[in-house]
Nanobody
């Protein structure tokens, strides 16, 4: 069983920055990929960025050049640095992980990001 806990959401003005953190209760060495999804009101959940244990990261076109995903295996944490935020980035952001150990998907509880214009 993997528990993921997000933090770092909040209210920010357009053009501002936030950094989201997702900390796993245990090693993230066997979690691949880890990713951030988001869901805005009335919309489907969408992939924002993903990072495998080894290999290249991937980003949604809408966030390329503005968001950066990274993982710190020593801290069991994956981050999402969000710069140049736009009102359309407003959503609940969810941390996701796939466990190579038990082949199950895990989700965090979500953290609200609100960008005001």
């Amino acid at each position: 069983q993997v528990q993921l806990v997000e933090s770092g959401g909040g209210l920010v003005q357009a053009g501002g920055s936030l950094r989201l953190s997702c900390t796993a209760a245990g090693s993230i060495f066997t979690l691949s990929p880890m990713a951030w999804y988001r869901q805005a009101p009335g919309k489907e959940r969408e992939l924002v960025a993903s990072t495998p244990r080894v290999g290249s990261t991937n980003y949604a076109d809408s966030v390329k050049g503005r968001f950066t995903i990274s993982r710190d295996n020593a801290k069991n944490t994956v981050y999402l640095q969000m710069n140049s935020l736009k009102p359309e980035d407003t959503a609940v952001y969810y941390c996701y992980a796939f466990s190579l150990y038990d082949h199950r998907e895990y989700w965090g509880q979500g953290t609200q990001v609100t960008v005001s214009s």
